[in-house]
């Protein structure tokens, strides 16, 4: 993950269940010095957790603050 999402002239696609941060953690994400832009195709994978009384942080938002130049993602879950 790190590797991929690393280098800027790459194209990141996850294609799995929820987002993947079972793998590599949000905090690892926005941690990174750049991003590259990414694909996360996994259902649910743009969903927020609410934090207080302040906007939901979610998986994408440390792929945005990575510096990450777009990020497409899926709102819903994909029911059979």
């Avoid at 993950?1 to 905090?27: A, I, P």
């Avoid at 010095?33 to 207080?52: H, I, V």
Wanted: glycine share 8%; with cysteine; hydrophobic share 35%.
């Amino acid at each position: 993950w790190k590797t991929t999402l690393s280098e800027r002239d790459s194209l990141f696609v996850f294609c799995g269940h929820n987002s993947g941060e079972e793998f590599c953690y949000r905090h690892s994400v926005s941690r990174l010095p750049t991003c590259a832009p990414a694909l996360m195709m996994g259902c649910n994978s743009a969903r927020t957790d609410a934090e207080g009384q302040y906007e939901g942080q979610g998986y994408i938002s440390a792929f945005l603050a990575a510096g990450c130049p777009a990020v497409v993602s899926a709102t819903r879950l994909a029911l059979q």
